[in-house]
């Protein structure tokens, strides 16, 4: 006898169920249920509809209801909203968006994937007619009519997450004066502090007016007020401050919800029904590496638990290794991916870590488009395993941070990161790719072959007149340099040993670091004790220092900035 499955959530994970149940059981009979009006539509993609990248909204469906019916024999359901499950019936109860009428339907087996939905806190305003999400196809097509009207020139995200920002970007594109607000001391949560600066400068510069450490207190028909009492003129505005599992069904049919607040299953995506499965956006899943119960609103797991809970169904095992929360996002000019624990992570966890900050070319530097590219490599002390990494730059950095969330997924460490044999042509990369020359780094920090110091505490340095020295030539040191810094190039430092103070920490800085670890390791050879590297070098700091700077009006630690 054929099963009868039920899939409540017709986007990523929801639909992923369905067509692998199809692909194993052609008997089966498979309904999908939609409350909206489009199923299978590219949730990461709806911001490039604002700027006209993706021209029209329909070109953001996938598949609609007749091609899931004509080639792959399942019945898609939209504008169908479950409202009801009744676990010991094995029955649902369906209710018919456009008339109201509500139905029943019996299943064998039943999979939630009913996603997340963006988070409004209960502020005055926030039901405004000029007040927006982004979530599916009618949010984002309403809201770019609505931006289109000459009327609107000035648009306020709240919120620096990933659709924040990519809202923000988009409607820059599209001539809008943007303002993003964001109630942390920094955008994009998965990077950290140091990192993030880069992306703060790149959206400054590009014409965003971003606030930090403010939230949102109200919104009114041309503006919205701040926690600060700052005002921002606005005729729209875009509410990106997050999102929150639908659990509703889950809580009403009597299953079992995590310590996280989300819906609560086991390895295989069963629930503590033995006959409802959960994936996707509502689920709790298990970290790798904190192991603990997490959230990840993320499209690729999504496509990995429906895969596994739909062969759950029929028998087939599934390796459930755990998530680490690998991301990438475009901000402008910069691309910006993550992967594993970022410090304030591992602070919070207690771990015993080391970090490896390098900025080489992300390709052979005399090639055209070569750029250079920030890499930060966390990893455990002392066995080197690899913990997570962000990279920020103009080329590539997705493929680096997948080679490292393989990596982590496989329990690499430094040793075999150093190891790993990569593709190589001058017009991809280099014969030392990226991450092993942060491997390199970060083995040399482990077996303490130097030391060093990190951009964040460089102010500090140069306010208590540290001695510091810059390595780099007469012509990189005129065009900017730390202000306190003595300028002894690697080429002369030989012969001025006598300036160099054996009594006292020495601190080396180049362009980007491996000048200075070159007179760290020769001044170290040569006995000197107290000799660190600055990580990150001269670009580092300018990057770090830079947002804050101009937003704070501070002193700079600069006389100029460099940013090549």
Known sequence: MSKRILVVGGVAGGASVAARVRRLDEDAEVVMFERGPHVSFSNCALPYHLSGQIEQSDDLVLMNPTIFQTQYNIDARVHSEVVKIDPEKKQIDVKHVQTGEITQEAYDKLVLSPGASPIVPPLPGVDHNHVFTVRNVVDIDRLNKFVQNDTVEEVTVVGGGFIGLEVAENLVHAGKKVTLVEAQNQVMAPFDYDMVQILHKEMSDKGIRLILDDGLASIEEDKLTLQSGTEIPSQAVVMSIGVRPETNLA??????????GSIKVD??????????????????????????????????PAQRQARAAAGHIYGLPSRNTGVIGSSVVKIFDMNAASTGLNERMLKSLDYDYDVA??????????????????????????????????????????????????????????????????????????????????????????????KQVKVDQVRELVENDAFIIDARE????????????????????????????????????????????????????????NVFNISGSFLGVSYYEYFNDQEQNREPIVTRYNFN
């Open 474 to 529: 007469k012509g990189a040191y005129r065009m900017g340099h730390l202000k306190n810094a003595h300028h002894i190039p690697l080429s002369e430092f030989r012969e001025r040993l006598d300036e160099i103070p054996e009594d006292r920490p020495v601190y080396i800085y180049c362009r980007s670091g491996q000048t200075s670890y070159n007179m760290t390791q020769a001044l170290t050879n040569m006995g000197y004790e």
């Open 267 to 300: 390895h295989h995506y069963l629930t503590s029904d033995p006959h409802i499965y959960a994936v996707g956006d509502a689920i709790e899943v298990h970290h790798k590496l904190t192991h603990q119960k997490t959230r990840l609103a993320l499209a690729g």
């Open 251 to 260: 809580k009403d049919a009597g299953l079992e919800i995590g310590k996280t």
């Open 357 to 450: 900050y390098v900025i080489p070319s992300d390709k052979v530097g005399i090639m055209p488009g070569a750029n250079q590219l920030h890499f930060k490599l966390l990893f455990e002390v002392p066995s080197g395993r690899i913990l997570g990494a962000q990279a920020i730059g103009k080329g590539n950095v997705d493929k680096r941070i997948d080679v490292i969330a393989t990596m982590i997924t496989m329990n690499g460490t430094l040793e075999d990161l150093q190891e790993t044999e990569l593709t190589y042509s001058p017009v991809f990369g280099t014969a030392k790719d990226v991450v092993n020359f942060a491997a390199l780094v970060g083995l040399n920090l482990l077996n303490g072959r130097y």
